[in-house]
């Protein structure tokens, strides 16, 4: 489970007010501030699950807050989501982004301030951009590709705070692809769908296979499994449950020791409709409609890729 992330300490101000009917909003304003979309926009960036391609070097940040006693702090928190919040080992050749931005009256950075007692604040300036590469890389190196979280939390000068109980924070995994991580490709999508019948064998053809990136590395874990359509978000990482149809893995896991499968066949690449038949093949169960494929491959540096495909069945 996720921590509130730490806003730092803001000095609440001094209440000297008699008990009159006319009292001091502030004695009665226990509204945390309000976090929504960005002035003209229609949702939040990143948007959940959002995939960054292999060809972006940078990913926008969209969104707005909102308190009528006055905006005190505003935390952007970037962190990966790689091990399920355990402790992985990182190759020394890639670096995990980690980004915490404050925007406040007095922030040190000057593209993070806003007027002392704001009410509105809106974020969607390209000033505000999260880059991996380039003049204003937020890592030295090569990052780490996978999956990230962003947390958007607030606090109001009389320290209301937005949270996760009630959902006030805004919180999403967004992905980050590189050239360099594993390739996954399924060939037989018909409108952007794999199709199958219940009762039937799932047809998955394709591959999972090491890049040709010079930065590649051998494959070492493979996960396939069948949910239903949004049980994977929400960052829920966890092994089979209700909700999920089928389960496979091959080779160990970096990232989470306990996901352990039957040694790979090949560490390059990998035939889905091979390695998906016979005692593996997918089984589409009866009284569903449209279930979810996902694919997570990681290599021997720890680079992971996510695809994820909508699963039609007749």
Known sequence: MKKLPILLSIGLLALNYSCTEDQDPSVTDLDAPVIGFAEGRDSFRPMENEVRATTTDHMHIRFSVTDESGIGQVLVDIHNTFDGHTHGRLSNTFEKLSVKDIYSANAENPIFRFPEGAKTLNVDN???????????????????????????????????????????????????????????????????????????????????????????SEIKFVWIRLVEEDDHHGHNHGRINDGEFYEKMWGESTWRQELVGEDLPNNNTLNLSEILSGENAIILPAGEDHLELIIWVEDIQGNVTQKTYEVHID
């Open 126 to 216: 390209s000033s505000t951009d999260i880059y991996w590469a380039g003049a204003t890389s937020r890592v030295e190196g090569n990052i780490l590709a996978g999956p990230y979280d962003i947390i958007i939390s607030a606090v109001d000068i009389h320290g209301n705070q937005t949270g996760f109980a009630d959902d006030s924070n805004y919180l999403t995994t967004f992905f980050i692809e590189r050239a360099y991580a594993p390739v996954t490709e399924v060939t037989n999508l018909h409108d952007g769908e794999i199709e199958g019948e219940a009762g039937e064998a799932l047809a998955v053809e394709g591959s999972i296979s090491k890049g040709n990136h010079e930065l590649s």
